[in-house]
Each structure stands twice: as C-alpha cells, then as structure tokens.
C-alpha cells in the first residue's frame, strides 16, 4: 500500500489518488445485462434456471424452496451460529424499531387538513449476494427492517452453491424474519425475475441489497422500464476511510483496513493520518497481519489500488474524507466526537479506538447496506422507511375552500391553467 503527502500532490494526483478502482460499466457488460432481462421477461423461469445453471449449479431444476425445506435446512446450523446470529438480530431489530415512521395531521389553514401517511411496500424483493461469499448477515439486514415494515410479500433471492443449495444460515436467517419466499437464483437474472415476474416469482415493488457488477447494471436497467420496480441504491464493492491520529493503535487500524480489502479485489481503502509514525507503524502491521490472513491474495489486490495518506492537520484529514465519501468512516481518535460536525459525508461512522467497522457489519445494529462510489454524497444509509412508500391526503371545508380560493384562482390564471381556477370557482357560486 503506497503512502502519500496530500499537500505535496497537483490537483490531479489528489483526484487520483480518491478515484474508485474502475467498475466494469463496459457497453459489453450493459448489453449482456439488457439480454439477460429480456430473455427473462420473454422465457420466465425457463431463462431463469438457463442461466443460473450456466453461472451458478448446473443441475439446477427446482427455484422455489418449500417452507418444510428451508426448516429442514435451518435446522442443520449449528447452535453457536444460530446464537450468534439471534444477538444480531436483536441489536439490528431494536436500532431498527426505533425508526418507525409517524403519520402527521396538520392544519394548513383553517379549515384545510393535510396529512402523510405510511404504508408499507406490498412486495419487496431482498438480493443476498452469494458470489465470491455466502453473507447470511446481508439477509438480516434486508429482512429485519422487511419484517418490522410487515411487507406482505418478502421475496428473497441468492445465487445457489454447485450443489444447487442456498447455506443453512441464509435459511435460519429467512425463518427468524418471516421471509415469505425464497428462491435459489442470482445475479442479472434473479433482478429480471423480481421486475419482470415468471410463472413461479411474482413481480415485487422494490429491489434492495449489494450485489456485483451483473447485478447492479440490473437494478438500474430494471428501474427504467415502463412500470419497473424501484430499487434502493448503489451499493457495490466495500470502502473504508480511517482518519486516525497518534493516539490510534497501528494494528488496530491495519486489521480495519485489511476488514475491508478482503471483501474483494474492486475494495479499496485509505488511511488518513497527520502522523508519519502511525503511517509507518500501520504500513508494518499491514505486512503482518497479511501472512496469516486466508484472502490474503484478495486483500493484496484491493490494497495496490488503496493508499496511505499524511495530511497536515486533522482539520484536513476531515476534508479529505468529506471530499471522498467514504460508504465506512471510521474515526480512531482520542477525542473523535470532537471532529464529527465535520465528518458527514459517509454510509456510516465508526467512531473511537474500541467500534471496529466489522462491528457494524454484523451486529452493532445499524445497517451495512451503505451507498459506495462516492454516492454518501446524495444517498441514504439504508433503513426502516425505505420499505414503506408515503403518501398525502388533504380534506378541505367549504370555509377552507372559500379562505384559499383567491390565492389557488390567481395561481391557476398565472399558470394558463382555466379549468384548474375552475374546478374552485363552480364549488363557491354553488354554495347556497
Ligand atoms: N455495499 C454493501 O452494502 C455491500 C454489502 C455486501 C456485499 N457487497 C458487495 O457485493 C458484491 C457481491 O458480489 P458477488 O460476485 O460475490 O456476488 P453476486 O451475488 O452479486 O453475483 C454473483 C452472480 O453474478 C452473476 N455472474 C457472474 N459472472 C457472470 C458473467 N460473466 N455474466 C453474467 N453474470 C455473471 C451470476 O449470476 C452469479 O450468480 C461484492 O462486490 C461485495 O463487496 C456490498
Ligand atoms: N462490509 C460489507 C458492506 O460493505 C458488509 C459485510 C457483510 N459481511 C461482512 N461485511
Ligand atoms: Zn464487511
């Protein structure tokens, strides 16, 4: 991992330096993508399990699993994963319980009520990933929020392993949240399937969940067809941000980096540090903890295009970080509160030496379905109100109407727009 002055570096090289490693968005990729779709919206399951045999298990006959089969599955978890899964899902229920939405009735004017109200999405459709890891953690943090909304239809989906099987974790994790459906397919063609429909999986209202570069192309192609489902966001490979000082230990700081880094080779992530002690200190540590590390050969990979960087003060550490972004912030200071009016551009903030980034990805409780690529800019961590939409309402007497019309009249006549000016007009000479 190469290290770095920011003060010392052109424009340019800064801009470089915060550049993601470069997604496949190739025109090959888009068409591959749009191909896939369409042979799913024309063929339905049979272009489903065509291609899921192709990329996932080749003997792939049956989609849909039965609610006996996937308690038969959940029931092979072991007792001490099952325990650990039930802490998160406590600690992600009780942070997630507490952002329910609140309808509002207010009186505008008088006699002229408006209100918001909340309804829960009727069918959410919830990817887990299960490509280059099985990540039964991404399916708590769809189905938690999914199951306190009370969507009706909670249809999950996840690539099979090459014996066809999703792993009995994802299975005790769709029991726990009272997942309604859950179907053994992945990528491109999992997202057509849950737009689109076939003759065994009914359309939903909302995509959620991270997924690869197939499976993100989807969600945004999907979400421009006439009538397709919305989808929650981009959320693609992993990154971490560390701003830390001399107060932070190096190896905790290099074990946060190398957390990250192993997720794939597209991960990138940078440490920010007034300290060229720290810097170095962390640089050894990195080379440490890699001997041993199992993807260390992934992690390698994401780290030649991750970088270390000493910024001149603290104050400038922050900027460096709100100009990245990052989808995990993490802040290994002494007195980290201090500096978090500065730092709000990011997924989520892990803030002091003790709240490691992997606490939040499993059972912290806030959410680990993060905007990446920069997107914390103008995008939302996921939580509890994306699985509602809502809606106004608005009630007005004939006094209500009578005190606003002069100014709904004027408005309309200002716009051009007769029949608007109207439609208030008729409902006033008409009083009597
Ligand atoms: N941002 C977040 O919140 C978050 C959370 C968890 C995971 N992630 C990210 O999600 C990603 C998961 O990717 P993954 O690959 O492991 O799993 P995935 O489930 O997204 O993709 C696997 C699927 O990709 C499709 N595919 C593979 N090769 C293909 C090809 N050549 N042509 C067409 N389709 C093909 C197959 O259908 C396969 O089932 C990782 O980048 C990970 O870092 C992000
Ligand atoms: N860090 C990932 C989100 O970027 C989420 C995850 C799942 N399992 C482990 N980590
Ligand atoms: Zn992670």
């Given at each position: 991992?190469?290290?770095?002055?920011w003060?010392?570096?052109?424009?340019?090289?800064?801009?470089?330096?915060?550049?993601?490693?470069?997604?496949?968005?190739?025109?090959?990729?888009q068409?591959?993508?749009?191909?896939?779709?369409?042979?799913?919206?024309?063929?339905?399951?049979?272009?489903?399990?065509?291609?899921?045999?192709?990329?996932?298990?080749?003997?792939?006959?049956?989609?849909?699993?039965?609610?006996?089969?996937?308690?038969?599955?959940?029931?092979?978890?072991?007792?001490?994963?099952?325990?650990?899964i039930?802490?998160?899902?406590?600690?992600?229920?009780?942070?997630?319980?507490?952002?329910?939405?609140?309808?509002?009735?207010?009186?505008?004017?008088p006699?002229?009520?408006?209100?918001?109200?909340?309804?829960?999405?009727?069918?959410?459709?919830?990817?887990?990933?299960?490509?280059?890891?099985?990540?039964?953690?991404?399916?708590?943090?769809?189905?938690?929020?999914?199951?306190?909304?009370?969507?009706?239809?909670?249809?999950?989906?996840?690539?099979?392993?090459?014996?066809?099987?999703?792993?009995?974790?994802?299975?005790?994790?769709?029991?726990?949240?009272?997942?309604t459906e859950?179907?053994?397919?992945?990528?491109a063609?999992?997202?057509?399937?849950?737009?689109?429909?076939?003759?065994?999986?009914?359309?939903?209202?909302?995509?959620?969940?991270?997924?690869?570069?197939?499976?993100?192309?989807?969600?945004?192609?999907?979400?421009?067809?006439?009538?397709?489902?919305?989808?929650?966001?981009?959320?693609?490979?992993?990154?971490l941000?560390v701003?830390?000082?001399?107060?932070?230990?190096?190896a905790?700081?290099?074990?946060?980096l190398?957390?990250q880094?192993?997720?794939?080779?597209?991960?990138?992530?940078?440490?920010?540090s007034?300290?060229?002690?720290?810097?170095?200190?962390?640089?050894?540590?990195?080379?440490?903890?890699?001997?041993?590390?199992?993807?260390?050969?992934?992690?390698?990979?994401?780290?030649?295009?991750?970088?270390?960087?000493?910024?001149?003060?603290?104050?400038?550490?922050?900027?460096?970080?709100?100009?990245?972004?990052?989808?995990?912030?993490?802040?290994?200071?002494d007195?980290?509160?201090?500096?978090?009016?500065?730092?709000?551009?990011?997924?989520?903030?892990?803030v002091?030496?003790?709240?490691?980034?992997?606490?939040?990805?499993?059972?912290?409780?806030?959410?680990?379905?993060?905007?990446?690529?920069?997107?914390?800019?103008?995008y939302?961590?996921?939580?509890?109100?994306?699985?509602?939409?809502?809606?106004t309402?608005?009630?007005?007497?004939?006094?209500?109407?009578?005190?606003?019309?002069?100014?709904?009249?004027?408005?309309?006549?200002?716009?051009?727009?007769?029949?608007?000016?109207?439609?208030?007009?008729?409902?006033l000479?008409?009083q009597?």
């Amino acid at each position: 991992m190469r290290a770095f002055q920011w003060s010392q570096l052109t424009d340019q090289q800064q801009a470089k330096l915060l550049a993601r490693p470069a997604q496949s968005q190739s025109a090959e990729l888009q068409q591959q993508v749009a191909a896939i779709i369409e042979a799913v919206a024309s063929e339905g399951d049979a272009a489903v399990l065509r291609y899921t045999r192709q990329f996932d298990c080749e003997n792939l006959s049956e989609l849909r699993y039965s609610e006996a089969q996937i308690a038969e599955r959940a029931a092979q978890l072991s007792a001490d994963v099952k325990q650990a899964i039930d802490t998160a899902y406590e600690t992600i229920r009780t942070f997630h319980l507490q952002q329910q939405p609140q309808d509002i009735s207010v009186e505008t004017a008088p006699g002229v009520v408006c209100t918001q109200r909340f309804e829960a999405l009727t069918a959410v459709g919830l990817y887990i990933p299960g490509g280059t890891a099985v990540l039964p953690s991404t399916a708590l943090m769809l189905g938690v929020p999914a199951q306190i909304a009370n969507n009706p239809r909670r249809v999950l989906v996840s690539p099979p392993d090459s014996n066809g099987e999703l792993s009995p974790a994802l299975m005790y994790v769709a029991q726990k949240c009272g997942i309604t459906e859950v179907y053994r397919c992945g990528g491109a063609q999992a997202i057509a399937a849950l737009a689109v429909g076939t003759q065994t999986i009914a359309p939903v209202a909302k995509i959620f969940g991270p997924g690869n570069s197939y499976v993100t192309a989807a969600k945004q192609q999907v979400a421009q067809r006439s009538g397709g489902p919305a989808i929650d966001m981009p959320a693609g490979p992993s990154e971490l941000l560390v701003i830390a000082d001399d107060t932070a230990n190096p190896a905790f700081v290099a074990a946060d980096l190398l957390s990250q880094a192993e997720h794939g080779a597209d991960s990138q992530v940078i440490l920010v540090s007034p300290s060229a002690a720290l810097i170095s200190a962390t640089q050894s540590a990195l080379e440490q903890q890699l001997e041993v590390l199992p993807r260390a050969a992934t992690a390698r990979k994401a780290l030649e295009q991750s970088s270390l960087i000493q910024a001149d003060s603290l104050e400038q550490a922050c900027e460096i970080s709100q100009r990245y972004a990052p989808e995990h912030l993490s802040v290994q200071l002494d007195d980290a509160e201090q500096y978090l009016p500065q730092l709000t551009l990011a997924g989520s903030i892990f803030v002091g030496h003790y709240t490691p980034e992997s606490g939040g990805d499993y059972a912290t409780g806030t959410n680990h379905v993060l905007p990446t690529y920069g997107f914390a800019r103008n995008y939302s961590s996921l939580g509890l109100l994306d699985f509602y939409r809502r809606y106004t309402t608005q009630t007005v007497s004939k006094q209500g109407l009578a005190q606003l019309s002069k100014a709904i009249i004027t408005l309309a006549e200002t716009e051009g727009l007769r029949a608007h000016a109207r439609a208030v007009s008729i409902r006033l000479e008409n009083q009597s």
